[in-house]
């Protein structure tokens, strides 16, 4: 196991007594699926297609350890799920997120989630903004990534992701 997965392992495991400590939230975040679009049809080496695996399951934890609904909810995320090209991704780093309740349990926000990615072709820094709709304690999130070339790694296309998170602190 490398250096890093052990770090995220072990960030992994911690992140539940931290949570357990405060009086912030801790989620169950449940990854589920992806759309890709910007592919490039052709023949050769740097040809993309839009071939990817959409079904991407996996789990991660949340913890809002800074921040409330006025200003804000700052939060350690980490977590695994089955990437694009059939294969384990893990993840950690922070993400902020701002929501607005329209009634007393609906709300709708918008955050952005950044830190280190290991798959989806990346093995680095990552950025990924989102949007949210929720309902009391269930909120799905949605992100997208456009399509850019300067990122290091194969086959970028834009992405879109679905992920469902429960907060249940």
Known sequence: MSIKKCILAVGLVALPGFAAATENDLSLL?????????????????????????????????????????TGKLALRGGFYKDSYEETATYAGLSYRKEWYFTEHAFAGLGVQAGYLHGSGTDGFAALPMATIGYKSLALEIGYAPKVHWVVGRDHVAVTTFSLRWTFM
């Not at 890709?36 to 990817?52: A, L, V």
Request: net charge neutral; with cysteine; charged share 20%.
């Open 30 to 70: 449940i990854h589920g699926a992806s759309i890709h679009s910007g592919c490039e049809k052709g023949t050769g080496k740097k040809s993309k297609t839009c071939d990817f695996n959409g079904v991407n399951p996996g789990l991660g934890m949340a913890w809002v350890f800074l921040g409330d609904t006025d």
